[in-house]
């Protein structure tokens, strides 16, 4: 153990976790202590290497905005639990649960009668000077009177040991949802320690949440459908947006995906609107509503404020509830809690000053260097200053800002973060790092339910006095000790399920999901087609001695397809290709199309199996690396090559790992789209080319086809045209050929026709026949003439340019019957 802590130094200031001051281990901690001395430092970082692989399987991410490591950046999680002993959360939990139900008090009399302000308990400069004060929610009744259905409270303990209250979290709290992630992680490293220390579970928490919300969304007597709000995958906890929508069990929707129609609030699915009857938020207030709210959002949903006002849908936390994120509220709240609970609040705020009030500014400007200042208002976009930090003059700009707009600002002592062990890896033993943590409390039947745990931020530096996760912190997870109740530490499934429950198919399926899933198909098709033929650009190119007739034809055909630059800009060959690989101004390039891959693989990351979604990830990696790429066209080769192989892998774990339900069938369909389109254009410009005999064209026309060793082991011969066309056309049980596809797409659209009651479709099917029915036999030279082989080969160029032109066509009505949700009328207006 001395080994582990010979970098751990205590700092008199801060209050330890670990360690009390006379340096002895807390008698909580005694367990983990006895774990780690059992482990050697080797075997400890195992355990951490355990954690970092986990969350890159499971994908955990946290996005930080402008990060250099990348929109996804992987969530930091320490080996080491934040433990609290069992008769000190009980002081925490109750403080939490007073203070949630003040919070929920103040925001119905704010959104109510307004005595607080009436009263002088409240400056009216801070609330209706907040941008989150929504005055179209005013006199708007509630369900339940519950406006926080959850709650969060950042903590930070006092060098005497006590906890203070270092801000509220009211509006859409964050961070259980990684919690949770945190907890079955870090159980998992110490499964032996988790279960001896009998650790409380989480489950509860989560359970009063659905609970809760059943309970209060006006289901009218249907069964209540609730939908999990975000603001998309940029924001920066949409991990946990999706992770908390898959453990509720309910569907992860953006603003897009609803409609509001007579105050009604719909979900848009493939088999139409269905009615959402709550949403739990993961959205600001006044994002959520571009009518009544903020005009320029386009994040949120028209008119659900006008379904919240009649009753029609439940929102959580209610809209107007970030008003009381202002740290200028704090000062205040210890009067209020006499007010409105009778009784003194038993969390204390850490010391603050809103300097709206005269004597309260100057009361702040005499102790200014001690003091940290913040914004009163989401609004003032700039960060908290030390007045410590700053000189001479800079501190007197500071005062002379504070004078010139005193309600604009809180003043704040600055708090002294406790400290706990957290694991080196480079240094293989413990340091201690400044820690906070987040507290969540969900409303019930009789009070809020806090969650026995929470999320404990870390520092990222050792010297670091302020902790933030968009600062490149880390997290623990959170063991609080002491009797569990009963019951499993799952909460799905509670109520028993019989044969009327069962489901084979995701009734609530948002169509943008499916609409992403039919691109996600077309885009790996799409990549995977122009990989195989910028290989064969690449190698024809490369290889000198190859015919370059071949390379000709292979040119003229990329040039055909718009996939190679024509040159006309007086551009060499060799920039051409780079240009089609790696253009950020050509929009058809590789790199262009896997970014758009990615992009639409995000959108439905919730409908991927693991193994699909670490196949994307290692994709990312490759689509990352072909960014840096140079033009060494040996390493591009190299890297098509893997490409390919890794669009191969992403094919077959959307054909094995997908339940076949609406969403796989529009990623097959949007596949097959795709390759019907590339194959059938592919072919008949090489058709219509004079190297149509060519042996050498023919072999890259296998090639790109997918289907040069089922050639050679069929025939044992050079590549000719007619069992060439033969196995790239005609052949259905080939899954490359073009009558393969098109008996796919006409299978998969006569399920949706069946599905749907959707009209049939002829002219697919009549092109069908068509093809079907073309013999090659009528390009035998012994029996017809040149002239006449080349009209047949024209024909069938034009035959094939009309199966492509027509699957684009589908792929417009699929878009326009399921995508875009429109009135029977105006759907038939626009056909």
């Known amino acids: 153990m001395a080994d582990l802590l010979a970098d751990y130094s205590l700092n008199d200031a801060a209050y330890n976790e670990l360690l009390d001051t006379d340096g002895q281990v807390r008698p909580h901690w005694r367990r983990i202590v006895e774990q780690l001395q059992r482990n050697t430092p080797f075997q400890l970082q195992l355990r951490q290497d355990l954690l970092a692989r986990q969350i890159q399987e499971n994908g955990i991410t946290y996005n930080v905005y402008a990060d250099p490591e990348g929109a996804d950046r992987p969530w930091e999680l320490d080996l080491l639990p934040n433990v609290i002993a069992a008769d000190e959360w009980q002081v925490i939990a109750k403080g939490v649960a007073q203070r949630a139900e003040l919070l929920n008090q103040v925001l119905a009399d704010l959104y109510g009668p307004q005595t607080l302000l009436a009263d002088g308990l409240l400056p009216a400069e801070l609330v209706f000077g907040h941008n989150n004060f929504l005055w179209p929610c005013q006199g708007i009744e509630v369900p339940g009177a519950t406006y926080l259905h959850i709650y969060a409270v950042d903590l930070a303990r006092a060098p005497d040991g006590r906890w203070w209250v270092t801000a509220d979290r009211t509006q859409a709290p964050s961070g259980a949802g990684y919690a949770l992630e945190n907890r079955q992680i870090v159980s998992r490293a110490f499964p032996d320690l988790y279960r001896d220390m009998r650790v409380q579970h989480l489950a509860g928490f989560f359970r009063t949440l659905q609970e809760t919300i059943a309970r209060q969304a006006p289901a009218d007597g249907e069964t209540p459908l609730v939908v999990v709000l975000t603001a998309g995958r940029l924001n920066e906890s949409y991990f946990e947006h999706l992770y908390l929508a898959r453990q509720l069990g309910y569907p992860l929707v953006e603003g897009t995906d609803l409609t509001v129609r007579d105050a009604t609030v719909y979900l848009k699915t493939l088999a139409g609107l269905r009615r959402v009857h709550a949403i739990l938020r993961r959205l600001d207030d006044d994002f959520c509503d571009p009518l009544e709210l903020r005009i320029d959002s386009a994040l949120g949903v028209p008119g659900l404020l006008d379904a919240v006002r009649q009753g029609r849908v439940l929102v959580t936390n209610a809209l107007g509830s970030g008003v009381l994120e202002s740290p200028g509220f704090s000062g205040f709240l210890p009067a209020i809690s006499e007010k409105l609970l009778g009784e003194p609040l038993l969390l204390p705020s850490i010391a603050s000053w809103w300097c709206g009030e005269p004597p309260v500014l100057e009361e702040a400007l005499g102790k200014l260097p001690e003091l940290l200042i913040r914004p009163s208002f989401p609004s003032q976009s700039f960060d908290p200053v030390f007045a410590r930090d700053l000189d001479e003059p800079q501190r007197e700009a500071l005062e002379q800002r504070l004078r010139n707009r005193p309600y604009a600002y809180v003043a704040q002592e600055v708090a002294q973060l406790s400290q706990a062990p957290v694991w080196q890896s480079d240094k293989r033993c413990l340091a201690p790092r400044a820690i906070g943590m987040r507290v969540f ?27 933030s996760m968009q600062r490149g912190g880390a997290s623990k997870d959170t063991w609080v000790l002491g009797s569990r109740s009963t019951g499993s530490e799952s909460w799905q499934g509670m109520r028993p399920l019989g044969v009327a429950d069962l489901v084979r198919s995701d009734p609530y399926l948002p169509s943008r999901i499916v609409e992403n899933l039919f691109w996600f198909g ?96 290692e994709l990312q990696i490759e689509a990352q690396e072909l960014e840096v790429q140079q033009t060494d066209f040996g390493e591009a080769l190299d890297f098509l090559n893997g490409l390919v192989m890794s669009l191969a892998a992403l094919s077959g774990f959307a054909l094995d790992d997908m339940t076949r339900d609406d969403g796989w069938r529009f990623l097959v369909i949007g596949r097959c789209i795709e390759r019907l389109q590339f194959m059938s254009e592919s072919i008949a410009s090489f058709i219509r080319s004079p190297m149509v005999d060519d042996q050498s064209a023919l072999e890259w026309l296998l090639e790109l086809g997918n289907s040069s060793i089922t050639y050679r082991t069929r025939y044992l011969a050079t590549a000719q045209l007619i069992p060439v066309l033969d196995l790239l056309l005609l052949d259905d049980q080939n ?9 796919t ?21 009549s092109l069908e026949r068509q093809l079907s029915g073309f013999s090659l036999a009528t390009l035998e030279n012994s029996l017809f003439g040149p002239s006449s082989v080349r009209a047949v080969l024209n024909g069938l160029a034009q035959l094939l340019e009309s199966i492509a032109q027509a699957s684009a066509e589908i792929s417009d009505q699929l878009a326009l019957r399921f995508f875009v949700h429109v009135d029977a009328s105006q759907r038939t207006q626009s056909s």
Not at 446 to 456: A, D, E, K, Q, S
Not at 551 to 565: I, N, Q, T
């Open 522 to 617: 077309r885009y790996s098709s799409r990549c995977e087609g122009n990989a195989r033929l910028l290989r064969i650009m690449l190698s024809r190119y490369v290889d000198d001695d190859d015919d370059p007739r071949a390379l000709e034809a292979v040119l003229s055909l990329g040039e055909r397809l718009g996939l190679l630059p024509d040159g006309e800009g007086g551009q060499t060959l060799e920039q051409r290709l780079e240009q089609a690989l790696l253009g950020d101004e050509w929009p058809v390039s590789l790199r262009t199309n896997l970014q758009h891959l990615i992009w639409t693989a995000g959108s439905v990351r919730g409908k991927l199996s693991q193994a699909n979604w670490q196949a994307l990830l």
């Open 745 to 765: 797409l006409l299978n998969s659209q006569a399920r949706l026709v069946e599905r749907f009651d959707l009209p049939a479709s002829s002219k697919l099917a």
């Open 735 to 743: 899954p490359h050929a073009v009558l393969f596809q098109l008996r």
């Open 441 to 467: 409390a969900v409303a019930g039947p009789n009070g809020y339910r806090v969650m026995p745990g929470g999320l404990t931020r870390v520092a990222a530096q050792a010297d670091a006095e302020v902790v």
